[in-house]
């Protein structure tokens, strides 16, 4: 059923939902959060640590969102679950008209440098009977602390910031909605879809339905094959296949494909206790911990993973000068200095203060 939380958010008033409401969606240089509530509250571009565009996980007003549910709940419930075997995240709706799902990923990108192409594919899909959604992108770039303008293009909007610009492309009518984001309003019927596509490009990444029907399902089918056809090099057979599989795919999420490197957690100032002070940014590479998280995927036969990252832990030991003593971690590309800053402009996660950037135990 639907959570106070939920209904909250569904009233128009942004609250947290608890961690485990969140399902992650990722292209093996950034991720996102994906909540039961169909909302993304998490979301750095290009890179784990770079600024956050949606970040309302850390402050449920400020922090920007992208959202998309029904419109009525009457005895709705909701619920996540992974297509088998990857990491395409789908929100399921059962109510009282009919059931709807929201599918999420983020197609692969396999560079072995750093890139600015990124994208979040979100398809709307009603299984039986119908449905009204509605959508919502607010984005709040370099956390929540750079303005915004908000553009209208054929088949969508762009948001563009001093550093950043995004497109944010639909099947459906989108209209800004004076808040420096955009809405959509609208139902489907049983099987069918509307489509949203959100990147860091111009170009409209939809021209018709039927096109975007295409687009939307061959890039599907190429995540699906990438993500199944790494987890076939797994050796474990054994009774505990899929919590092993969907293990093995969670880290795999937190390897930055550039450099081999893997983050402690893909996001930061998430708290010990809620309301405390230890809240730590962690979208870094500890070498213990990303050892062991190598050592883990080795042991199930993902070799590649475990030789780039031995690669890169060499690097670091190459760049010392003589006598100087390894740091603990390390940005995901070798970098040295990580310092850390508060954002006092935020108010935390369930109002758990501060909220840091950078981490000062680089220097410990």
Request: net charge negative.
């Amino acid at each position: 059923m639907v959570t106070q939380e939920q209904k909250q958010s569904i009233s128009g008033v942004r609250t947290y939902l608890p961690i485990e409401d969140y399902g992650i969606i990722g292209d093996l240089h950034t991720v996102a959060l994906v909540g039961k509530n169909g909302s993304i509250d998490w979301y750095c571009v290009p890179a784990f640590d770079a600024p956050s565009v949606f970040g309302a996980l850390l402050d449920a007003e400020k922090g920007g969102y992208f959202q998309i549910e029904p419109r009525d709940t009457s005895g709705e419930s909701r619920k996540q679950l992974y297509l088998p075997d990857t990491n395409i995240l789908v929100t399921r709706f059962l109510t009282e008209t009919g059931v709807g799902e929201v599918t999420d990923f983020m197609p692969i990108q396999q560079a072995t440098s750093p890139t600015d192409r990124h994208g979040i594919l979100r398809a709307v899909h009603v299984v039986t009977g119908s449905l009204s959604f509605e959508m919502t992108c607010r984005p709040a770039f370099n956390y929540a602390r750079d303005s915004h303008t908000v553009e209208p293009v054929e088949h969508g909007v762009v948001f563009r910031s001093p550093n950043l610009m995004l497109g944010l492309f639909s099947t459906v009518p989108l209209q800004a909605d004076g808040q420096g984001g955009a809405r959509a309003s609208f139902t489907l019927g049983e099987d069918e879809w509307a489509y949203f596509s959100l990147r860091s490009a111009e170009a409209p990444a939809v021209t018709t339905p039927e096109q975007a029907a295409v687009e939307f399902q061959k890039v599907l089918a190429d995540t699906k094959d990438y993500w199944r056809n790494w987890l076939k090099q797994c050796r474990y057979q054994g009774r505990w296949r899929e919590v092993v599989y969907r293990s093995a795919l969670a880290l795999k999420l937190l390897t930055y494909a550039p450099t081999g490197a893997v983050v402690a957690a893909a996001t930061t100032s998430l708290p010990e206790g809620i309301g405390g002070e230890r809240n730590w940014d962690y979208r870094f590479t500890w070498l213990r911990d990303a050892g062991l998280t190598l050592q883990s995927l080795s042991m199930l036969g993902f070799e590649h993973e475990a030789d780039a990252f031995t690669d890169w832990v060499l690097a670091r030991f190459l760049q010392l000068k003589p006598d100087q003593p390894i740091q603990p971690m390390f940005t995901i590309r070798g970098e040295t200095e990580l310092p850390e800053i508060l954002l006092d402009h935020l108010d935390g996660y369930r109002q758990s203060r501060p909220v840091r950037i950078g981490n000062g135990a680089a220097k410990q």
